[in-house]
């Protein structure tokens, strides 16, 4: 079995956007290593200031050394067939499979990183970085940031983790099964290990145990694993992986239940990655508000934190829509309402819709008597049902319970529960806040499956 330790330096962190400027292959075969190759590279493109000072190869350097597309060949055929070793593997990887996928070659071997299995064979230390690494455990690293200097003391970390290996953990990574090597290098395979195979919510945290992102899940494991799969040589992802060390779950009994929960975290924790359910918000509303004349009126408008609201609507039509069936069950003026311009007389008025608010004709306390039924109304127009549906186990059942149109909040019930008590049922759930995306959610899944909308 034959090793191909590698070390890159690159002009940048992530493969899409960066060159390589310099290359280090040690061909190892399990005792020493039997073969090497090492080149400057040009990158194509200038090396900035701080990449300069990092590893001290300059762009007078590069500048007449062989592009990749060149030495393409020769690094493929020192990598195919072996193991691909690297200090945080993936990263290593990303840039040389993207390189030679331009040059034409297809990159598929086995990889080992070696700092997953100096966490696993050799526990205990305070950092996994190979300069700390290296000097704790008195191992030589020469040309620090050089490709060479990295690669050899990497080479000389695998001989010391293939001689400590005494739980064949290394023969177990290569299994073809086995995930481990995708996995981001600050990952322990313990926690994906323990994520079970049914719906719910999972939380990437950092070094830090900060919330980094925000996922939901059909099936939890799967859904993560989902994650490290693919090549996506991008910055974004790149340093996303790079990021992750921890990920707890919360399990749900739905992926409705996991979707809600979703939404709900992504606007609590505000985390970095998540952006899409960042940028949510409640278009328009309906609000009531007092003229200086004392008249109440109901108003459609974009819709503001700030303010109390009676409904929020996805459009603006849905929100005349409501407002109209108002209007005409309670004879409201439909100038104070806003349906009509200020500029036009109010044609309920003319109809005998209209009893004259508008003209003065009749007073505020005696409208404002029709505009508070006409809120009631409102409350009664909006529906109020739970939805009933699986468990996290076979002796309860999930409920998600809906008021006046609002999401009120979720949780379990026993299976013998009585639905139709609603103080019963409100005393079992977790309060959740409502917003429009939540809502469309739960009315489109009960057009799916009306037999689990139970009214209250």
């Known amino acids: 079995m034959l090793y191909a330790v590698v070390d890159i330096e690159t002009t940048g962190g992530h493969a899409s956007g960066n060159g390589i400027t310099e290359i280090s292959i040690l061909v190892h075969d399990g005792l020493s290593v039997v073969d090497s190759y090492e080149t400057l590279i040009n990158p194509g493109q200038y090396i900035p200031d701080y990449i300069e000072a990092l590893t001290g190869i300059s762009n007078d350097m590069v500048e007449k050394a062989p592009m990749f597309h060149e030495v393409a060949e020769v690094i493929y055929n020192l990598l195919q067939d072996k193991i691909f070793v690297a200090h945080n593997v993936n990263f290593d990887f990303s840039f040389i499979k993207h390189n030679l996928s331009l040059a034409g070659y297809d990159l598929v071997c086995k990889k080992l990183c070696t700092v997953r299995l100096s966490r696993k064979i050799l526990p205990g230390h305070a950092s996994y970085s190979l300069g700390k690494l290296c000097a704790a455990l008195k191992i030589s690293l020469n040309n620090r940031h050089r490709a060479g200097g990295d690669a050899a003391a990497t080479a000389v970390l695998l001989s010391l983790l293939l001689q400590s290996d005494s739980e064949g953990i290394i023969p177990a990574s290569l299994k073809l099964g086995s995930k481990e090597q995708a996995l981001p290098p600050n990952l322990p395979k313990s926690q994906i290990d323990q994520l079970p195979l049914c719906p719910g919510v999972y939380y990437f945290k950092d070094q830090k145990g900060k919330v980094i992102y925000v996922g939901k899940a059909k099936n939890l494991k799967k859904r993560v694993c989902s994650h490290f799969t693919g090549n996506n040589t991008g910055k974004q992802r790149q340093d996303f992986l790079k990021d992750i060390y921890t990920v707890d779950f919360e399990v749900c009994g739905t992926e409705l239940m996991a979707f809600i929960l979703e939404a709900t975290e992504i606007k609590r924790l505000w985390p970095e990655n998540n952006r899409s359910l960042k940028r949510y918000e409640q278009k328009y509303a309906l609000y009531a508000f007092e003229d200086q004349k004392g008249y109440l009126r109901l108003g459609l408008d974009t819709f503001k934190k700030n303010m109390p609201v009676l409904y929020s609507f996805n459009t603006i039509l849905e929100g005349h829509q409501v ?22 007389a109010c044609t309920g008025h003319e109809e005998g819709n209209c009893s004259g608010a508008c003209l003065g004709k009749e007073s505020a306390p005696a409208y404002n008597v029709r505009v508070k039924y006409a809120i009631e109304q409102l409350k009664t127009m909006l529906p109020s ?53 939540i809502m469309h959610l739960i009315l489109a899944h009960t057009e799916l499956h009306p037999q689990k909308r139970i009214a209250i």
Not at 333 to 340: G, T
Not at 400 to 411: C, R, T
């Open 385 to 437: 049902f739970a939805i009933l549906d699986a468990g996290r186990t076979e002796e309860e059942q999930s409920c998600i319970l809906v008021e006046q149109g609002k999401l009120y909040g979720m949780g379990y019930i026993s299976q013998y529960s009585d639905i139709k008590d609603p103080g019963m049922l409100k005393s079992a759930m977790q309060p959740y806040p409502s917003n429009d995306y």
């Open 323 to 344: 407002l109209k069936i108002l209007i005409k069950d309670h004879f409201l003026c439909e100038k104070l309402c806003y349906i009509q311009s200020k500029r036009l």
